[in-house]
């Protein structure tokens, strides 16, 4: 057995961030998870994993029992052992196929689905169990998935710089796309997120709202990284 205070378990932290496409949030979240030496988690890729499930067994998007049903068949889970952890369906790997276009083209009726959003949630809310200092990052996490949270934030920024930021990731991908039509895209994805019955894409009430027009990634992560250190960890000596 050990002595003293080296092997105290340290306390849970759940800190939640969400905000429509294009904010940076992922990028944010992983940055920060680092620094403060949390786990991460990408539920928005949970919900892309479930589109690729559509397209390789050629189920509907909008086929929600099928799908979920097909969810709990295929063991979605994470390697935690990677950094950021790979996203796997039963022991594939698909943690670069979950950005191809044409999972892009269908995750936002895909995550519209109920019965697909009560599987998800479901496994988010054991993975937090199992990881309990945790960033989670999506849509819906502060609103609706984890509303118990000590910290939750919501990233936003206007849609033509969203559209922007899209253009020059893609372009960074060597793919050439028309600026109207990723300025379009976005759009619709919002109006899809926004507007679906379940857990639709909101500013949780008490959120902290940081607007990322005019920052940098890293100036985001570091007016987070301040506000998590005052609020939550200046408690919590070990982060
Ligand atoms: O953040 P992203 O682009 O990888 O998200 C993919 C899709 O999943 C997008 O349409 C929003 C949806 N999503 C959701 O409905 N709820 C979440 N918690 C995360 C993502």
């Known amino acids: 057995m050990h002595a003293g205070n080296c092997c105290q378990t340290l306390p849970p932290v759940i800190i939640t961030i969400d905000g429509p496409a294009g904010t940076g949030k992922s990028s944010v979240a992983q940055l920060l998870a680092q620094r403060l030496s949390l786990d991460y988690l990408d539920t928005g890729a949970m919900y892309r994993a479930v ?6 067994q050629e189920i509907e998007p909008t086929n929600g029992s099928a799908l979920a049903e097909a969810v709990q068949k295929i063991d ?22 979950i950005r191809d276009m044409d999972v892009s083209a269908i995750v936002s009726p895909v995550a519209a689905q109920s019965e697909v959003r009560k599987v998800l949630v479901m496994l988010q809310r054991r993975i937090a169990r199992q990881h309990p200092r945790l960033i989670s990052e999506g849509r819906d996490q502060g609103s609706a998935v984890f509303p118990d949270a000590p910290l939750r934030f919501y990233l936003d920024s206007d849609v033509t710089i969203r559209a922007q930021r899209r253009m020059r990731q893609l372009s960074a991908q060597g793919k050439t796309v028309d600026e109207s039509e990723v300025l379009a895209d976005i759009k619709n994805r919002d109006h899809i ?4 019955a379940d857990d639709p894409l909101t500013c949780p009430d008490g959120a902290i709202v940081i607007n990322t027009d005019d920052h940098s990634k890293l100036e985001v992560v570091d007016m987070l990284e301040a506000i998590v250190r005052e609020k939550i960890l200046n408690v919590d000596q070990t982060a």
Do not use: C
């Open 193 to 196: 997120d926004s507007t679906r």
């Open 76 to 97: 979605l889970n994470f390697d935690w052992t990677r950094k950021p952890p790979a996203l796997m369906l039963g022991e594939r790997d698909v943690s670069r196929r």
């Open 51 to 56: 589109a690729v499930i559509a397209l390789d």
